[in-house]
């Protein structure tokens, strides 16, 4: 068994988390979550979900974090779907001191990237590897041979007047009742324009949408492969251990 690490997937909502086998990639224990009654929900409100968590596995490691938000040399940068507070808090700062414990963090998506690059359906992938993440929101992941290149946010991209994840993420489907062939050229148009401006060799399609993803596939036509992502909701938490990798 390879080194374990507690990884946590922070959201505006809830805090999941699990324990990591690093070597294999697994989550070696069951994936708990503790709801926040907020949304988005307050730093004090996610700092004591945060704590809840690590007492639930009475941990005293290391501990990795997935954040939704740009994060650079363990300080957040950007708040859109969380508390404006975040902005300019460091990792250790909040997340450690409330624990006492050594605390890592990677955006979020990274984090699912990382995951899905070293382990799922990007593994072993050469060239360029861009995995989207379609929920409430778009997260984005960006590797080249492997490398990451982290807190991309194509989420946030302009596109058709406004920023791509209010155009084809899988909450407008649902808030527009579109169908997966509606949906799905949506889709098809904002990978069209990553393909433009990244020239990926892969697109590594996450989020619960992915279970669909034989319903509007047929509706996608860039020339770069598109799998769905392979590791479901054990992506984030897993990448989220990997955080500590990175210090």
């Not at 990237?113 to 778009?138: D, N, P, Q, W, Y």
Request: hydrophobic share 40%; with cysteine.
């Amino acid at each position: 068994m390879g080194k374990k690490v507690l990884g946590l997937d922070v959201g505006a909502s809830a805090v999941k988390g699990g324990v990591v086998d690093l070597k294999k990639g697994e989550m070696i224990s069951e994936r708990f979550k503790i709801k926040t009654p907020n949304r988005p929900a307050s730093i004090e409100e996610v700092l004591e979900a945060f704590a809840k968590v690590v007492k639930h596995f009475d941990w005293k490691g290391e501990i990795g974090i997935g954040f939704p938000a740009i994060v650079q040399n363990n300080v957040i940068l950007t708040a859109s779907n969380v508390d404006k507070k975040w902005i300019g808090k460091n990792i250790q700062d909040t997340f450690g001191k409330k624990v006492g414990l050594k605390v890592y963090a990677v955006n979020d998506a990274d984090a699912a990237g990382m995951a899905e690059r070293a382990f799922g359906g990007g593994k072993g992938k050469k060239g360029t590897v861009i995995l989207l993440t379609l929920g409430s929101g778009i997260g984005s992941a960006l590797f080249r041979d492997g490398i990451l290149i982290p807190n991309t946010e194509f989420g946030h991209l302009k596109f058709k007047g406004e920023i791509a994840e209010k155009y084809c993420s899988s909450r407008v489907k649902d808030l527009e009742e579109l169908s997966f062939k509606e949906w799905g050229k949506r889709l098809n148009n904002y990978l069209l324009h990553l393909e433009l401006l990244f020239s990926p060799d892969l697109f590594l399609l996450g989020g619960g949408i992915s279970r669909d993803f034989p319903k509007y596939k047929k509706h996608l036509s860039v020339k770069a492969k598109v799998k769905p992502a392979q590791m479901r909701n054990v992506a984030g938490i897993v990448g989220a251990a990997m955080a500590v990798l990175q210090k």
